[in-house]
């Protein structure tokens, strides 16, 4: 079993819908980061908490300690944000170490 | 502002060629510095950190190895590459102390034949 795994694996979705998606880890954590990967390859850093909800534009970024689980929601979704969704966590007491899910695909339809 | 550069963008190599990847950050001094790989339908690896000059950790075994000769330079080598060694590699930095968020370059596409 993963460490951190993520669902959907794969969204699809109309231009203005509202987007879940879900990051569950079975490690004690010090940090979990939500990351954008985009169809070209590179990779943004949208989120690193540790507790509560953090937001940035239409992105939410939400995570429960104690349920060791964390929500990434878009609102007001466009087709501009079709990528890879990666959750990623700094666990077993490491600053450096990150243990990725595999991602979601999102596919935001005009 | 800091910046990372990573070189090549895709890569193309015969089976038993070497490789050699480079990666530099700029506008920040003593980063951490990182190679990820991503195999298709996978996620991401980490292969080497750096917290210093010379200063290399391996994660996991395998056919390649990092140097990092300077402060805000970080190569990935082969000696003979391997069809297994194809993916995705991500070079990444970020500042040392604490939980700090992962700056990615934009990766190279390499592909072993």
Known sequence: KNEVEQSPQNLTAQEGEFITINCSYSVGISALHWLQQHPGGGIVSLFMLSSGKKKHGRLIATINIQEKHSSLHITASHPRDSAVYICAVNSGGSNYKLTFGKGTLLTVNP | ?113
Not at chain 2, 44 to 55: A, D, K, T
Not at chain 2, 73 to 93: E, M, N, P, T, V
């Open chain 2, 1 to 113: 502002s800091q910046t990372i550069h990573q070189w090549p963008a895709t890569l193309v190599q015969p089976v038993g060629s070497p490789l050699s990847l480079e990666c530099t950050v700029e506008g920040t001094s003593n980063p951490n510095l990182y190679w990820y790989r991503q195999a298709a339908g996978r996620g991401l690896q980490l292969l080497f950190y750096s917290v210093g000059i010379g200063q290399i950790s391996s994660e996991v075994p395998q056919n390649l190895s990092a140097s990092r000769p300077q402060d805000r330079q970080f190569i990935l080598s082969s000696k003979k590459l391997l069809l297994s060694d194809s993916g995705f590699y991500l070079c990444a930095w970020s500042f040392g102390l604490g939980n700090q968020p992962q700056h990615f370059g934009d990766g190279t596409r390499l592909s072993i034949l």
